[in-house]
């Protein structure tokens, strides 16, 4: 039997190892110290048991368990927490849990709940293990066959029929994330999300197309549902993603032929298209973005730049800066800078040479032009109008 122990704390989680080697020493003990390993275990070893903590950086271990149950479904899982609260042992009873355990958890407790599953597993079929397995290289099979067609590259005399012939009409629906971190957890989470939706509405897969996206295809039982399947995983997306994301999909299609150009159509609708924010984290990093220029617009400030400060891909920064304040970064910069302009120009004797440096332009000619592109009147002439002080134009 293959055993996966998640949980954030090192003495748990080879506490737990040394009791099953000691008392079981014929079953396979791997362990993982946050959800994303445990998640790169399950892909890669099948799994027999899963003993997860509750409470973990990044994802509880029943949010690992929902996303994982219709992907492992085989796999038998047990909660172990420091937390009595009825509403984790609840919710892990909903979701399929064999048992709760309480840490610290009592090592007869465990030996003889790792023997009761075992017995169980014991008992379960070996051919109906095999059939899954049958199964699942079948699914990775499709998955990768449709994937390459997707992209627009030779199927080298495969039959696309065979893997698509229950799918009569079809829509297409495509994932992209954004982040410049790995995204092996993100990609899981995905592809289970999409895959129970998919499964629960009608018929269809999931492929992994690329590092940033994911491309579902489904046949759904009732034709005029794809809003409601849309919104239902845009809702599920925010609750387990950390990271910005956005859904794209085709209309009612029927064939087959017409996917590599759809999904290339889709890729490019991607390029303007808002990525999902949800969480305050993005918020926040606006709010910062604004400290940080506020504080610095007189020095040399680019996109990028503030975009590194606040950790976010400039792409994303840029589309939620200009969604939060309704025009573009440089633009917003720019209007800055000249209102402070205006400021120095009315309220200080200041030359325009000096104010033009004091606001992030060098080049007094350069800023010069731009005032003058932005308020119809030259720093001299608007100085004038305002009852300034002229100290004459460069």
């Known amino acids: 039997m293959n055993i996966l122990v998640v949980d954030d704390e090192s003495f748990i989680r080879r506490g737990i190892e040394r009791t099953i080697r000691t008392h079981f020493p014929e079953h396979k003990v791997l362990l993982a110290a946050n959800p994303e390993e445990a998640v790169l275990t399950l892909q890669n070893v099948p799994m027999d048991l899963v003993l997860t903590d509750v409470l973990m950086p990044g994802m509880t271990g029943l949010e690992l368990m929902e996303i994982s149950r219709k992907r492992h479904a085989h796999v038998r899982w047990v909660v172990i927490s420091a937390h009595s609260e009825f509403k984790y042992a609840k919710e892990a009873v909903r979701l399929g849990a064999k048992d709760y355990l309480l840490k610290p958890i009592g090592k007869d407790m465990l030996v003889d709940m790792i023997r009761e599953i075992g017995d169980e ?76 939706l998919i499964e629960t509405s009608g018929q269809g897969f999931v492929t992994s197309f690329d590092a940033k996206s994911l491309l579902g295809l489904l046949t759904p039982k009732d034709e005029g549902s794809l809003t409601a399947i849309i919104d239902q995983l845009r809702s599920h997306l925010k609750r387990y993603l950390k990271i910005p994301f956005q859904i794209l999909h085709s209309e009612r299609m029927t064939d087959i032929s017409e996917v590599p150009a759809k999904v290339q159509q889709m890729r490019k609708s991607s390029a303007t298209q808002v990525y999902e924010h949800y969480a305050s984290g993005g918020e926040k990093a606006i709010e910062v973005a604004f400290q940080y220029i506020a504080a610095h617009f007189q020095t040399e400030l680019t996109l990028e730049k503030v975009a590194s400060i606040v950790y976010l891909n400039p792409v994303y920064f840029s589309q939620l800066f200009k969604q939060r304040t309704g025009v573009g970064f440089k633009d917003y910069l720019t209007q800055l800078r000249l209102d402070r302009a205006m400021n120095l120009l009315r309220d200080s004797e200041l030359k325009i040479g000096d104010i033009s440096e004091r606001v992030g332009y060098p080049d007094v000619r350069h800023f010069s032009q731009i005032f003058r592109k932005k308020t119809g009147l030259t720093p001299s002439e608007y100085r004038q109008s305002v009852g300034g002080g002229d100290t004459g134009e460069p």
């Open 121 to 196: 597993i014991a008992k379960d079929n070996e051919r109906s293990k095999e059939a899954q397995l049958l199964k699942r290289n079948l699914r990775f099979l499709r998955e990768a066959v449709f994937a390459r067609w997707a992209s627009g590259l030779d199927l080298g005399g495969i039959d696309l029929a065979a893997f698509t012939g229950k799918h009569p009409y079809f829509h297409l629906i495509m994932v992209r994330m954004e982040s410049e971190s790995d995204m092996k957890l993100e990609h899981f989470i995905v592809e289970n999300v999409l895959s129970e």
